[in-house]
């Protein structure tokens, strides 16, 4: 009879048996936290806000950026931030963050967009290429007080709404149903799974029931034509836009000063040659990060032109570059290399957990986002060369897309109803982020049922927007008096 060989025994140790993991709180828990937090700070706290004589100077703290930035640019910077109280707004991110840090806080925390303003919403291509609305900036975003996205976003109706030239009564009315489609948004995902808030989204369909019942048939066209249009802005939409092609092979447009390729500002020169190889440096860097097969889709292009791009408002003078690459037929896709630096935020909120400025837009992007571009990436660039001088110094970026499906609103052109119902859909959006990387169930019962908080936020929206009028037109002196270069491009 043949005997059986034991299975030789393991040298291994027996696994230990996992740590239990954490309690969650209770749903009343949760509640009861938000309760709390309403005794401690009364939602008709939210109403503060007083210009006190040891307010930082909004100028100052401008100019404090511009250390940073390509100085040939600055005066773009100005230009843009001059040309009215709402572009003001736009790149006033920092002197309102300061202007924030003093105010309550109900001690409940999200990821930040940090920059939620009207502006930085609109249209863009999901992978699956269906049209979504979401958050499209992400240059400021860092945890902190979910407030304060929300009083960026009321302020900036209000004061948008001034420049369109609407009644107090309308201005109200406006910024009052935003806060509050933020309120019942918040209470609304206070009762989903988290699976079911991460899954939630506004594609064009949730749009049109969001805005049906309450816009006019010419609004409902208006939508319509909007999302059309987002269509067009694609990589062959950007490539007729942008480039023509030149021995068979396209590059880029110069349109100085917002649009100059590497050529234009340095070709043929030391400089030229070293900013060339930089950039190429960073696109190999760039494309160790992005997961196997997104880099596989990335290899099927090679890189044939770069250029210097002027972007946004706050933005100008961080270094953008957009590259132009292409498949063997010529078939282009654009990417768009964008400075990060440190959140304007993280001086009042604390210190982003991530060193790099490029991976903490990426992952705030990721967070706040229902969907996000398939080549979203960042890269860190040793011993930057930026075109007049170099720096022994790190430089963070991150990649995307330059232009898929994207589109938004034209806010100047907006009439009264148009902007309430864009506020609430924008507001949703936002309530949505925030139900993803915070306490839906807190924020929610804090806010509660009542108007109390709505009715705060609007009276801080239009102490802020009187404050962002004086701030506008201290920086026309300013530019009037010669202490501050500007100039007028769109």
Not at 2 to 27: G, Y
Request: overall charge positive; hydrophobic content about 40%.
């Amino acid at each position: 009879m043949t005997k059986a060989i034991p299975a030789p025994r393991s040298r291994r140790r027996p696994a230990a048996e996992p740590a239990p993991a954490p309690a969650l709180p209770t749903r009343d828990q949760r509640v009861a936290r938000g309760k709390a937090a309403r005794s401690e700070v009364p939602r008709g706290s939210h109403a503060e806000f007083v210009a006190g004589p040891g307010r930082a100077d909004p100028l100052a703290l401008l100019r404090d950026q511009d250390a940073s930035r390509v100085p040939e640019l600055l005066p773009i910077r100005y230009g843009r931030m001059a040309s009215s109280a709402f572009a003001f707004f736009r790149g006033a991110a920092l002197p309102m963050a300061s202007d924030l840090a003093p105010t309550p806080r109900s001690g409940m925390r999200v990821q930040l967009c940090g920059d939620a303003h009207l502006a930085n919403f609109g249209l863009f291509a999901s992978p699956e290429r269906q049209l979504v609305f979401d958050i499209n900036d992400f240059d400021e975003t860092v945890p902190g007080p979910w407030e304060w996205d929300v009083k960026r976003l009321a302020t900036s109706i209000e004061v948008a709404g001034r420049a369109n030239g609407y009644p107090s009564k309308v201005r109200r009315k406006t910024v009052l149903a935003a806060v509050a489609a933020y309120r019942t948004a918040m209470r609304s995902f206070a009762g989903m799974d988290p699976l079911q808030i991460w899954y939630s989204y506004a594609d064009i369909a949730r749009i049109g029931a969001l805005t049906s019942g309450s816009l006019r048939a010419s609004q409902r066209r208006t939508v319509a034509r909007t999302a059309a249009k987002a269509q067009t802005r694609n990589n062959l939409g950007a490539l007729a836009r942008f480039a023509t092609v030149q021995d068979g092979v396209p590059r880029l447009t110069a349109e100085p000063p917002l649009v100059v390729p590497i050529a234009d500002l340095w070709g043929g020169t030391a400089q030229g040659d070293a900013t060339v190889q930089g950039l190429r440096g960073l696109m190999e860097v760039y494309r160790l990060t992005l997961p196997p097969e997104r880099r596989l889709l990335l290899d099927r292009y090679r890189l044939v032109d770069m250029a210097r791009k002027v972007v946004g408002v706050g933005s100008v003078g961080t270094r953008s570059w957009m590259l132009l690459l292409v498949d063997e037929d010529l078939h282009p896709l654009f990417l768009q290399a964008k400075e990060a630096g440190p959140s304007a935020l993280e001086q009042f909120v604390g210190a982003s957990d991530y060193d790099n400025g490029g991976q903490r837009v990426v992952i705030g992007q990721r967070l706040m986002q229902s969907v996000s571009d398939i080549f979203l990436g960042w890269v860190r660039v040793a011993g930057y060369n930026d075109g007049t001088h170099r720096f022994d110094v790190n430089r963070d970026f991150y990649v995307r897309q330059l232009r898929d499906w994207k589109g938004s609103a034209e806010i100047e052109t907006l009439v009264p109803d148009g902007m309430s119902k864009y506020g609430e859909i924008c507001a949703w959006t936002l309530a949505r982020a925030h139900a993803r990387t915070g306490d839906p169930v807190a924020i929610a019962s804090y806010l509660g049922g009542s108007a109390a908080f709505d009715e705060a936020v609007h009276a801080f929206a239009g102490a802020y927007a009187d404050q962002n009028e004086r701030d506008h037109q201290s920086l026309v002196d300013a530019i009037a008096s010669g202490r501050i270069r500007a100039e007028a491009v769109a």
